[in-house]
């Protein structure tokens, strides 16, 4: 499995074992780390820390991490200063694991049965008694007792992780493969990477520069989603050497801090995940991933399988939509400006991701009914006269015949649309006179879009009217031909409205 390479990372040499001395008198310090200076356990030496206080100890306690024991005097600051650190430590710091070895020259001050009960003493000595002997049995003793508790809780973290882990394996691919859109899978992906890992997205994972997918043949990344770093483009040269380096190689690498897994499917596409600021992972963490990473690689020989008919489909309902804006001679890439607009409408106006993406889907089919409506009538450059606007009308309950009766949402969508999107709010509109409410949303989303695309572009009875005078127009059709909060929102974005029409400009 590629994830193995996480596992071997060259082993760093295990650190010495910390010890904290807290004692007032200078030569303690001296004397204690002159005696265990040869001392090893596990081939682990001693690294000395000191303190001269019981308020600097605590500041010590506070910030050194894995402090396997404390060597702590009675009597400092106060006559019982050391007994104040050993129930700081074990009560306010929640620290049960370091080993409290007491040591004291007044012995009548701090009874031995007394603190080692209340104080959570591990050892009680008076300062006489420890030869060099004692002191180095005192300390092999201790440490082993530290070491003997950190790995019994490890063990015990072990066994919770596991079961959490596998609980969020099954509930994070259960979630994922319910998405239907590349970009939200991916990022669901990542998410999942950071849970699995229990990692901090912010710090910990510095800069997750994305999930990537590469189709063969071509040689540019796309960035399907991203946690840190800046932007969706990928043009950090040396990101995209590690990149190439993995694509190379067809494996997972592993170099410094970055780690980029490889997952391919067998239709060809690869999959590249790039995670900087990589800590090592444990084995059991290494196996959630690869089970982990092994349902990701299904959900996504599926998901492009699926991608790749929704991808059809959308085309062939372009074209459908061309060849109705070709005929009735619309402005150049009209429905691509429906699609877009409307779907940035509905997302503005609060509804989710997956009623936009149906209604961008639908959209270019909303004059599909104008297929039907003859040249003199579809084509005339001037007012139409009453028969001739009968004529026109019908175009909306064709659409909705030639698309009724599917059961495929995207169909049932837009024949809604073309049915109602004549409609007004006032209740004067065609076919159906349906007013306010009994309109669909989506049908009202695409009436506004449509006046504004009309407005904003040349037809062939009318010129482009300027951005002044569709918005005084939009205005003045609140609340009789359009929903008053769809054209408030329209307006409120009209940065995104013109952005669009930008981009998909008349040809």
Avoid at 137 to 159: F, G, H, M, P, W
Avoid at 451 to 460: I, M
């Amino acid at each position: 499995m590629p994830l193995k390479l996480l596992r071997e990372l060259d082993e760093e040499s295990l650190p010495p074992w910390k010890v904290l001395i807290v004692d007032d008198d200078p030569d303690i310090h001296q004397v204690t780390t002159l005696v265990l200076k040869r001392f090893k356990l596990d081939d682990r030496p001693l690294e000395f820390h000191h303190a001269h206080s019981g308020a600097e100890a605590k500041e010590k306690l506070s910030t050194i991490e894995d402090i396997a024991l404390i060597f702590l005097d009675v009597v400092m600051e106060t006559d019982e200063a050391g007994l104040d650190v050993a129930r700081w430590t074990r009560q306010d710091l929640g620290n049960h694991k370091t080993r409290i070895v007491l040591r004291t020259g007044q012995p009548g001050q701090a009874p031995e049965h007394t603190v080692v009960s209340e104080y959570d003493i591990n050892d009680y000595k008076e300062k006489t008694e420890l030869t060099s002997q004692k002191l180095f049995t005192t300390v092999y003793t201790a440490i082993r007792s530290y070491r003997d508790i950190v790995e019994i809780d490890k063990a015990r973290q072990l066994e919770v992780n596991y079961r959490h882990g596998l609980e969020r394996v099954i509930q994070s691919t259960a979630v994922i493969f319910q998405q239907n859109t590349l970009s939200t899978f991916s990022n669901g992906i990542l998410q999942q990477v950071l849970s699995l890992l229990r990692m901090n997205d912010q710090s910990m994972l510095v800069s997750v520069r994305g999930m990537t997918t590469i189709m063969e043949g071509q040689e540019e990344f796309r960035v399907l989603a991203q946690i840190g770093g800046e932007g969706q483009e990928l043009t950090d040269e040396h990101v995209k050497g590690y990149l190439k380096k993995a694509l190379k190689e067809k494996n997972s690498i592993i170099e410094d801090d970055i780690f980029v897994g490889y997952f391919s499917t067998s239709s060809g596409a690869v999959s590249l995940l790039y995670l900087k600021g990589v800590r090592k992972i444990t084995e059991l963490e290494s196996q959630l991933l690869t089970i982990f990473s092994y349902s990701v690689s299904l959900a996504f020989e599926n998901l492009f399988l699926s991608q790749e008919i929704i991808d059809t489909q959308g085309e062939l309902i372009y074209r459908l939509g061309d060849v109705v804006e070709s005929r009735s001679h619309e402005a150049g890439n009209h429905v691509r400006r429906m699609s877009e607009l409307s779907y940035q409408l509905c997302l503005l106006l609060g509804y989710s991701e997956d009623r936009a993406q149906l209604l961008k889907q639908a959209a270019p089919m909303h004059d599909v009914g104008k297929i039907a409506t003859p040249d003199a009538v579809l084509l005339k450059p001037g007012k139409l006269n009453a028969d001739e606007w009968e004529i026109m009308k019908q175009h909306a309950e064709i659409g909705y015949k030639i698309l009724a009766g599917s059961k495929r949402k995207i169909l049932q969508t837009a024949a809604i649309i073309a049915h109602q999107h004549h409609e007004r709010i006032d209740g004067t509109g065609y076919p159906q006179g349906l007013k306010g409410d009994e309109i669909s949303i989506e049908a009202r989303i695409i009436a506004a879009v449509d006046v504004f695309d009309a407005l904003t572009h040349e037809r062939c009875y009318k010129p482009a009217w300027p951005i002044e005078d569709v918005v005084n127009v939009l205005n003045e059709s609140k609340g009789t031909h359009l929903d008053i909060h769809v054209v408030d929102t329209l307006l409120d974005n009209l940065d995104v409205a013109l952005e669009i029409n930008n981009k998909y400009s008349s040809s």
